[in-house]
């Protein structure tokens, strides 16, 4: 793909065998037989197409190899490095307008995992592995502080700063707390930066405006998420923020029993891109992947699809560039579309593990609020039952030391109705504290007085 500018000029640019493809050769041949599209199909059905993912391609190998050597997650290393990749390209490159209008390659990356369980590791092992060139690396705070990281004003104009920026936020928890405040603006400023949209708002004072015109400005984002923690940010699905992300694990279930030596970090060579405010260039898009998200929208537009999946599928492409991004090309082919799906599958699956450990600590917060409510009622129960009893054992004392003998249901007679059903209890009392005594006849039981005082 061409860029502004006279890029004839330049000597052509030759990449380290294991990057894949060098961009200056043909495009690689076609395979007799598409593999499957994990994306399409279950994650069990893809298992073993996950498991050889890492062999499809030697930057993928050293990715993994690397993540193992510095005792990390494969996964959670290869989230890092396709969101720093796509860091370091221009806000001007875009993808095409497939649905509505051109989209941005904003990239986001939600690490799964304990907390201390991955993701600060997982950034610095991608950071070694692989060196893309210079990344800027913030912290995020408000919405409208989202732009003051881009821009600043000074002597009475907007000063850029810089075009692209990748934020790290190590705990869910800071993204929701900043998220829920009355008035935030934060998770909304996400969704529209996911987007490329244009960013900033309006103020009385000039100097607190900084917008951020749609595609000029590179936004990723790095989130650690420990999955009982995560419940205000699923709680946004209506507003598509989850579907937004790729979600990756910080575990490494395979990891080795003898930890391997890391190989060389290597460098990913220069792509070349032109620096500037240039006008917006679009990204070539395979005919497979083109036809994927068009059937999906369709589907959607018909009332027959799940109207956020747009955005997975958005995810998807985003993750195919940085595949080839990483593969040393600029090119997409079906073959990075593939890769992408497998991806995607993991990140569906790991996205539905947060779901699911919600929905246990939901249940078992459920249960214990039952138990908790169940004992309370119980205790209320047995105390209100107790002060009846006694109620009725001095009324009915008093009836028994009155008459000083008495039939038992002349007894239970002088008790009001609605205490009857404390009789039994109220004269079980009064003959364990010894106070009357109740003894059969042949024309019914009798109670007597004992004289005894309580």
Known sequence: MSTHG??????????????????????PPEL??????????????????????WDERKCLAHLRDFARARMTSPWAVLGVALARVITTVPPYMVLPPTIGTDASLNLFVALVGPSGMGKGAAEGAARDAVDVGDVFTATI???????????????????????????SVAEVDMLTALGSRQGATLLSTLRSAFSGEKLGFSY?????????????YRLCLILGVQPERAATL?????????????WLPTADRDAPDVTPEAPAPQTLPDQGWLRGN??????????????????????????????????????????????????????????????????????DATRSSVV????????????????????????????????????????????????????RSDARNAIARRDRIHFDAALDRLVAAGQVKAFDTEHGQRIVATGATP
């Open 234 to 246: 699923m709680a946004d699905a209506d507003g598509g923020t989850p579907q937004r992300f790729l």
């Open 141 to 167: 705070g408000s919405g409208e502080g989202v732009a003051h990281v881009f821009s600043h004003w000074e002597k009475g104009s907007v000063i850029r700063d810089r075009s692209s920026v990748m934020f």
């Open 32 to 53: 007799e037989e598409p593999p499957l599209d994990p994306y399409s199909e279950t994650l069990d059905s893809a298992e073993l197409l996950v498991e050889g993912f």
């Open 204 to 216: 009385a004072s000039r100097e607190k405006t900084l917008p951020l015109d749609a595609h000029t």
């Open 278 to 347: 240039f006008p917006r260039q679009r990204i070539e898009v395979p005919d497979i992947a083109v036809d994927t998200i068009r059937d999906a929208h369709r589907a959607r537009l018909r009332g027959q699809g799940e109207a956020l999946d747009g955005h997975a599928l958005l995810c998807r492409l985003k993750t195919a560039m940085a595949l080839t991004l990483l593969g040393g090309r600029r090119v997409m082919t079906d073959d990075d579309w593939r890769l992408s799906g497998t991806v995607m599958a993991v990140s």
């Open 6 to 27: 006279n890029e004839d000029d330049r000597p052509p640019m030759r990449f380290p065998s294991w990057f894949g493809q060098d961009p200056n050769d043909p495009e």
């Open 356 to 407: 699911d450990r919600l929905a246990q600590q939901a249940e078992v917060r459920t249960v214990a609020l039952g138990r908790a409510d169940g004992i309370r009622a119980d205790a209320a129960g047995q105390s209100a039952d107790e002060l009846a009893a006694r109620r009725v054992a001095n009324r009915l004392l008093a009836k028994v030391v009155t008459a000083g003998e008495i039939t």
